[in-house]
T-cell receptor
Framework: GAVVSQHPSRVICKSGTSVKIECRSL??????MFWYRQFPKKSLMLMAT?????????EQGVEKDKFLINHASLTLSTLTVTSAHPEDSSFYIC????????????FGSGTQLSVL | GENVEQHPSTLSVQEGDSAVIKCTYS??????FPWYKQELGKRPQLIID?????GEKKDQRIAVTLNKTAKHFSLHITETQPEDSAVYFC???????????FGTGTRLLVSP
């Protein structure tokens, strides 16, 4: 089946630094990828929709300058948390849909970000 | 936009009992409804899904029902086992708009 690889799985950083998270579709091409954020014991909240070759579409309340998304190829999307602060600590997870169609979303393994 | 509500938030059952989780959605244009199982710190795993042109779907011990008129859908797990313990999320999507909206989650605990 379709595989989405996400790295790193866990990152601890100091407040004020930036962190980049990568999401790769390994055996399919994804024109669209989605970035979610999940707080402990909470649901997955969509942050933004990443479109290959164009600007990401951010959900209401998500700061685009804080969470930079780049989707430079059909198999790679990156999320950069800029000037991270403790309140940015969360579980970030990406998902992708095969460009050939179908409704199913394939999820990355997630990144646990802890900002000290 | 779409809003998905899910109940109950926690569900405790004895091994062998059935478990039912219910969700309602707001956007009548939603046409695909997946269910995910998520273990702590792991990615959500698709366990079953249903499209809007189908009323019921079953896969071994898992079944999903959909009532388009009432805009609600349910997950049914029969003969529950301890390894079914996890958080379950329903979701809804209008595939024309692509955005998948998740329910609030149900923590299922199956006691031996």
């Amino acid at each position: 089946g379709a595989v989405v690889s996400q790295h790193p799985s866990r990152v601890i950083c100091k407040s004020g630094t930036s962190v980049k998270i990568e999401c790769r579709s390994l055996d399919f091409q994804a024109t669209t990828m989605f970035w979610y954020r999940q707080f402990p014991k909470k649901s997955l909240m969509l942050m933004a929709t990443s479109n290959e070759g164009s600007k990401a579409t951010y959900e209401q309340g998500v700061e685009k300058d804080k969470f930079l998304i780049n989707h430079a190829s059909l198999t790679l999307s990156t999320l950069t948390v800029t000037s991270a602060h403790p309140e940015d600590s969360s579980f970030y997870i990406c998902s992708a849909r095969d460009h050939r169609g179908g409704e199913k979303l394939f999820f990355g393994s997630g990144t646990q970000l802890s900002v000290l | 936009g779409e809003n998905v509500e899910q109940h109950p938030s926690t569900l405790s059952v004895q091994e062998g009992d059935s478990a039912v989780i219910k969700c309602t959605y707001s956007d009548s244009a939603s046409n695909y409804f997946p269910w995910y199982k998520q273990e702590l710190g792991k990615r959500p795993q698709l366990i079953i899904d249903i499209r809007s042109n189908v009323g019921e779907k079953k896969d071994q011990r898992i079944a999903v029902t959909l009532n388009k008129t009432a805009k609600h859908f349910s997950l049914h797990i029969t003969e529950t086992q301890p390894e079914d313990s996890a958080v379950y999320f329903c979701a809804a999507i209008n595939t024309g708009f692509q955005k998948l909206v998740f329910g609030t989650g149900t923590r299922l605990l199956v006691s031996p």
